[in-house]
């Protein structure tokens, strides 16, 4: 009598060949986050939480002044609401920092504790203007993204939302805003929570752009178009062929 032998169990090797590749574009539902909004006072933050909060997104601005985050927050409607920066941080699964850069640093040393374990996506870019127009400027960190990761050990940071039109964000008449958004990180699944976000808001597609380290050309080309702008009389933003 003979007996058959039990199948065995495939090597790694062997697994890890017939495992078909992830599809960069298999994205995960994001619509359940909390989204904060540091700087949600100014231009691009206001601009950033109306079309989170538009897309069904939660959404808290946050400001030094709680009464002025909730002004903001009852001029933009869709269930926005305000807060000071460090309510903001604690209460938001996601926090954007969009505040000048001359108040980056100081901002995130105060939120340190409040923004520990959380996904944090910088914004912010670091220019200079002079009568030529603007410019770039190369912190010591390499870029803002960089200086933020510096700052908050306990954090996730990504950079993200760097090339958006504040105009165009806050131009309710605008039903989709044309545009790619470079996203940037080092781990693959915070950085595809973040493009996952971006694609929440009509007409937009958050595409991987590298690790932290490539942050630098990211802020910088803000100067470029901040040039183009200006000739064209435009709201100019970037689409990335082929992919």
């Known amino acids: 009598m003979t007996s058959s032998s039990a199948p065995q169990d495939p090597t790694p090797e062997a697994a890890e060949a017939a495992k078909a590749p992830k599809d960069p574009w298999d994205l995960p ?23 989170f909060a538009r897309a069904g997104q939660k959404v808290i601005i946050g400001s030094r ?27 938001s699964d996601v926090v954007i920092v969009a505040v000048p850069w001359d108040g980056h640093a ?9 923004l520990a374990g959380k996904l944090v996506v910088d914004c912010v ?20 993204a960089e200086q933020a990761a510096a700052l908050l050990p306990d954090s996730r940071v990504t950079a993200a939302f760097h090339h958006l039109s504040a105009v165009l964000l806050q131009d309710t008449s605008l039903d989709e805003i044309d545009t790619d958004v470079m996203v940037l990180g080092e781990e693959r699944a915070d950085v595809e929570v973040v493009q996952a976000l971006a694609g929440r808001i009509a ?19 803000v100067a470029n178009l901040i040039s183009v702008n200006r000739r064209y009389k435009a709201h100019a933003g970037l689409r990335v062929t082929d992919i």
Not at 29 to 51: C, K, W
Not at 75 to 91: K, P, Q, S, W
Not at 106 to 114: A, G, P
Not at 203 to 220: D, T
């Open 203 to 221: 007409g937009m597609r958050g595409v991987f752009a590298g690790r932290l380290r490539n942050a630098h050309q990211v802020e910088s080309l």
């Open 29 to 51: 539902d994001v619509s359940g986050l909390v989204v904060g909004v540091l700087g949600g006072t100014g231009e691009q933050g206001r601009g950033l939480a109306h079309r």
């Open 65 to 91: 002044s709680a009464d002025r985050a909730r002004d903001a927050a009852a001029e933009l409607g869709h269930g926005v609401e305000g807060a000071d920066n460090a309510e903001t941080a604690r209460r």
């Open 125 to 144: 870019n670091p220019l200079g203007f002079d009568k030529k127009g603007a410019y770039a400027l190369k912190p010591e960190e390499g870029s803002a």
């Open 106 to 114: 100081k901002t995130l040393e105060s939120l340190r504790e409040e």
